[in-house]
T-cell receptor, first 108, second 115 residues
Framework: GQQLNQSPQSMFIQEGEDVSMNCTSS?????WLWYKQDPGEGPVLLIA?????ELTSNGRLTAQFGITRKDSFLNISASIPSDVGIYFC????????FGQGTRLTINP | DSGVTQTPKHLITATGQRVTLRCSPR?????VYWYQQSLDQGLQFLIQ???????AKGNILERFSAQQFPDLHSELNLSSLELGDSALYFC??????????????FGEGSWLTVV
């Protein structure tokens, strides 16, 4: 089945640092989505990308849809404590497939 | 608030029992998805329904079944429960857009603990 490789699996950073994570696939997709999940809650959609090369921002978050349509990255600038959580990339057509997640921990 | 409602939020039951999880999708969304998330695991796709019909199937066990009703709400039935079935079960819904495909929105999940 379709598999997404999301990296890194975890990150430990200082407050104020920038964060970068990415997702790659062996298949071409038309959509890339980035979600954030807080403990015990459902994933919340952060950014949706629908076009190869597209660069989209949502506050301090920026995501890009790779030109090859096989990858995407998410950047968080000037991290703050509430950025802590698990970030998932997702893509797919009929069924959305998720990466394994990047667990972000921030030291104040 | 995503607009997707799941009940119950928490459920504790014994092995061998059967439970039903309920989901109300966002208003207007025709597709409902069920995902399972075990402790420290990613999201595993179980099944998708579109307007009452099964559309896609993932790694759903034979002991599990789902359906979508005419009012578009959905139920996930888990039977002969085992300890390993303890997990967060998420429902999500979406409306398909020809230009953008499926963008799905998740409910807050149902915590199932099997003891």
């Amino acid at each position: 089945g379709q598999q997404l490789n999301q990296s890194p699996q975890s990150m430990f950073i200082q407050e104020g640092e920038d964060v970068s994570m990415n997702c790659t696939s062996s298949s071409i997709f038309n959509t890339w989505l980035w979600y954030k999940q807080d403990p015990g809650e459902g994933p919340v959609l952060l950014i949706a990308l629908y076009k190869a090369g597209e660069l989209t921002s949502n506050g301090r978050l920026t995501a890009q849809f790779g030109i090859t349509r096989k990858d995407s990255f998410l950047n968080i600038s000037a991290s703050i404590p509430s950025d802590v959580g698990i970030y998932f990339c997702a893509t797919g057509a009929q069924k959305l497939v998720f990466g394994q997640g990047t667990r972000l921990t921030i030291n104040p | 608030d995503s607009g997707v409602t799941q009940t119950p939020k928490h459920l504790i039951t014994a092995t061998g029992q059967r439970v039903t999880l309920r989901c109300s999708p966002r208003s207007g969304d025709l597709s409902v998805y069920w995902y399972q998330q075990s402790l420290d695991q990613g999201l595993q796709f179980l099944i998708q329904y579109y307007n009452g019909e099964e559309r896609a199937k993932g790694n759903i066990l034979e002991r599990f079944s789902a359906q979508q009703f005419p009012d578009l709400h959905s139920e996930l039935n888990l039977s002969s429960l085992e300890l390993g079935d303890s997990a967060l079960y998420f429902c999500a819904s979406s409306v398909f857009d020809r230009a953008t495909g499926n963008t799905i929105y998740f409910g807050e999940g149902s915590w199932l603990t099997v003891v």
